[in-house]
C-alpha cells in the first residue's frame, strides 16, 4: 500500500469537487473517459496487498480513499439520484453499503467492511471526517486524494473545518450541539462522554468550546443528519 499511486484519483477529484466538498456527478456522468478513470483508479486499488507491510498513514490513506472511491463509483451508477440512501435497501433489494464491492489482493470488501472492519479498527477517529456517504451532512468531500505523507495536516485540516459548520456543530449555554456522526461513533473517540468531547477539542471553532471541552464538561445533543446527495447541481439550486 506504500507504493500505490492516488494520483489518477486526486487528478479527477480536482476535477469534479468543488471548494464546499459537493460532486459534480452530471459532469462526471458525462464523460465515459472519467468514468473508465476511475474504473482504472478501482483496478490500481485491487493491486494492493493487504499482507505486506506498510506504514500506518499509508494504510489509513489507501482505505479512505478507496471507501470515497467506491462511494462515488456507487452514486455514478444510480445518478441521477437524490440520496444515497434510496440505494441502501435494508431487507430486500440493492443496498450500495453493503454490496458494492472492491477486491484487494484477492478479497472482497464491501463499504461497511472498509469502514466497520478496518478504519475503525485502526484507533483514528478523524476517519469520520475523511470518509464521506455521499451526503450533505457528510464531511465534505476533500478536492485532493489522501497520501500517506500529507495524511495528518489533511485529516486535522478536515475535522477543522467539519466543526466549523454549524450544521454539524454548535455550542451554547453549556451545550454541545453535535453532528449525529458524534452519536453513531461515539465509543471511537473515547469510553464516555468527558473523553469523548476531550478528543474533539482542540478542532473545535471557538475557545469556550475548546475549554469546556478540554474539562469534559457540558450537555450533548446531536444534530439532525441530512441525507441529499452532495451534489453540486442541486447545491447550486438551494442556494438561489
Given at each position: 500500500m506504500d507504493r500505490i499511486d492516488h494520483i489518477a484519483w486526486d487528478a479527477l477529484l480536482k476535477k469534479y469537487v468543488d471548494a464546499n466538498g459537493n460532486v459534480d456527478y452530471?459532469?462526471?456522468?458525462?464523460?465515459?473517459?472519467?468514468?473508465?478513470?476511475?474504473?482504472?483508479?478501482?483496478?490500481?486499488?485491487?493491486?494492493?496487498?493487504?499482507?505486506?507491510?506498510?506504514?500506518?498513514?499509508?494504510?489509513?490513506?489507501?482505505?479512505?480513499?478507496?471507501?470515497?472511491?467506491?462511494?462515488v463509483k456507487g452514486i455514478l451508477r444510480e445518478y441521477p439520484t437524490t440520496s444515497i440512501r434510496n440505494h441502501t435497501a435494508k431487507v430486500f433489494g440493492y443496498n450500495i453499503w453493503k454490496e458494492l464491492l472492491l477486491v484487494v489482493g484477492g478479497d472482497?470488501?464491501?463499504?461497511?467492511?472498509?469502514?466497520?472492519?478496518?478504519?475503525?479498527?485502526?484507533?483514528?477517529?478523524?476517519?469520520?471526517?475523511a470518509i464521506v456517504c455521499a451526503s450533505r451532512s457528510c464531511p465534505p468531500l476533500s478536492n485532493e486524494a489522501y497520501t500517506a505523507q500529507s495524511l495528518e495536516q489533511q485529516i486535522a485540516t478536515n475535522t477543522r473545518t467539519f466543526f466549523a459548520n454549524p450544521?454539524?456543530?454548535?455550542?451554547?449555554?453549556?451545550?454541545?450541539?453535535?453532528?449525529?456522526?458524534?452519536?453513531?461513533?461515539?465509543?471511537?473517540?473515547?469510553?464516555?462522554?468527558?473523553?469523548?468531547?476531550?478528543?474533539?477539542?482542540?478542532?473545535l471553532p471557538d475557545r469556550a468550546a475548546q475549554q469546556a471541552a478540554a474539562r469534559g464538561s457540558g450537555q450533548i445533543s446531536y444534530l439532525d443528519y441530512d441525507?441529499?446527495?452532495?451534489?453540486?447541481?442541486?447545491?447550486r439550486t438551494a442556494s438561489r
Open positions: 452530471t459532469g462526471w456522468k458525462r464523460s465515459s473517459a472519467d468514468i473508465q478513470a476511475l474504473d482504472g483508479y478501482l483496478n490500481t486499488l485491487s493491486q494492493a496487498s493487504t499482507t505486506a507491510d506498510a506504514s500506518k498513514t499509508a494504510k489509513l490513506a489507501f482505505w479512505i480513499n478507496s471507501y470515497n472511491a467506491v462511494t472482497s470488501y464491501s463499504l461497511e467492511d472498509i469502514e466497520h472492519k478496518i478504519l475503525r479498527k485502526m484507533g483514528e477517529p478523524r476517519i469520520h471526517f450544521q454539524n456543530f454548535r455550542y451554547g449555554n453549556g451545550t454541545f450541539h453535535l453532528s449525529s456522526i458524534m452519536d453513531w461513533f461515539a465509543s471511537d473517540f473515547g469510553s464516555n462522554q468527558a473523553a469523548q468531547l476531550q478528543t474533539i477539542s482542540p478542532y441525507w441529499g446527495l452532495n451534489d453540486q447541481k442541486t447545491a
